[in-house]
């Protein structure tokens, strides 16, 4: 109930593609959907989030695409280029905060020049 | 400029022998977390505070002890680390609780255990 599923593992992408990262939930008390970039020796840092009610949402070339009804959300990177390698989390939270975030295991993406 | 500071970033302590992770922030944030991250894995929460109330995971072991002695500082205290506890430990803030809030998270102290 409290997992959230992440795929694939690892992903290599050319440069000028597009990378899909896949996310699936049980716990529909879930409300809130980031998504993380970690690049090697950092911190994860905040790239996008959503909330249920809205179906997708775009910042620049990274995209959210969200379906309530199948508990999937998925992230889109268009024109993957090379500094977009990094490994990426889905998370989810519930209560409305980024309390107790719930990771995926997260996806490498390798990003070919 | 750092909002999140971890140190050391890299930690070699003993078996056995108790090591100490510290995290400072300049963000002024109530919310202050502590979470492991293995190899290839995902980040587990340990705990966290909220001001000075502290709330600890149901699956952290009591090996896992965390202080938070003012809003700017808190630190995570291993009492007697095992092979087991080597990982990235990461350190994140966020303004509350309530609402949809950003985490943010400093760049990690690597622990090995040798």
């Known amino acids: 109930q409290q997992q959230v599923k992440q795929s694939p593992q690892s992903l290599i992408v050319q440069k000028g593609g597009i990378s899909i990262i896949n996310c699936a939930y049980e716990?529909?008390?879930?409300?809130?959907f980031p998504w993380y970039q970690q690049f090697p020796g950092k911190g994860p840092a905040l790239l996008i989030a959503i909330r249920p009610d809205v179906s997708e949402k775009k910042e620049g070339r990274f995209t959210i695409s969200f379906n309530k009804s199948a508990k999937q959300f998925s992230l889109h990177i268009m024109d993957s280029q090379p500094g977009d390698s990094a490994t990426y989390f889905c998370?989810?939270?519930?209560?409305?905060?980024?309390?107790?975030?719930?990771f995926g295991k997260g996806t490498k993406l390798t990003v070919n020049p | 400029d750092a909002m999140v500071i971890q140190n050391p970033r890299y930690q070699v302590t003993q078996f056995g022998k108790p090591v100490t992770l510290s995290c400072s922030q300049t963000l002024n944030h109530n919310v202050m977390y502590w979470y492991q991250q293995k190899s290839s894995q995902a980040p587990k929460l340990l705990f966290h505070y909220y001001d000075k109330d502290f709330n600890n995971e149901a699956d952290t072991p009591d090996n896992f002890q965390s202080r938070r002695p003012n809003t700017s500082f808190c630190f995570l205290d291993i009492r007697s680390p095992g092979l087991g506890d080597a990982a990235m430990y990461l350190c994140a803030t966020s303004r509350d609780l309530a609402g949809s809030v950003e985490a943010f998270f400093g760049q990690g102290t690597r622990l090995t255990v040798v």
């Open positions: 998370a989810a939270s519930m209560g409305g905060g980024s309390e107790k975030l719930v």
């Open positions: 716990n529909t008390a879930f409300d809130y």
